[in-house]
């Protein structure tokens, strides 16, 4: 189930990515006023994704999830969903700015990533299939 569900976001993604890249290079640059937000937005994202990245790298999922408590998994997946985007939003809205082909490979490759370290913490704090680790899930 599980390869599934990763076959299915790969595909996704080869369209959603972009698809959105194209959307933000074509429509939102052309915006100055909404530039600075998105770019600033998805650089804080990024920066707390980062940070979360690199905590539950040297601490472990177990040890970050009995620190913050029941809501880390849920902000984890959020920070997950969040990250190509925000990848794409920064390497399309900053300077220099990159072909939206480009950023769109980028955020295809960051996303699949990504979604492995999420299936890792979640494995990792649930079990495989939400059975056998040291919390059941969703709490």
Do not use: K, Q
Request: glycine residues 12%; aromatic residues 18%.
């Amino acid at each position: 189930m599980e390869l599934f569900a990763i076959l299915f976001a790969g595909c996704f993604g080869l369209v959603a990515a972009p698809v959105y890249c194209f959307v933000v290079a074509r429509f939102v640059r052309r915006h100055r006023v909404l530039n600075p937000f998105g770019f600033w937005g998805s650089v804080a994202v990024l920066g707390v994704f980062s940070f979360e990245f690199v905590v539950v790298s040297s601490r472990g999922a177990v040890a970050v999830r009995e620190f913050v408590g029941s809501g880390f998994f849920g902000a984890h997946s959020l920070l997950v969903l969040a990250a190509a985007p925000a990848l794409g939003c920064v390497l399309l809205l900053g300077r220099p700015r990159l072909p939206w082909p480009v950023v769109a490979a980028l955020c295809w490759f960051t996303g699949m990533a990504v979604l492995l370290y999420h299936f890792d913490v979640g494995e990792t704090l649930y079990g495989i299939d939400g059975v056998g680790g040291p919390y059941a899930f969703p709490f």
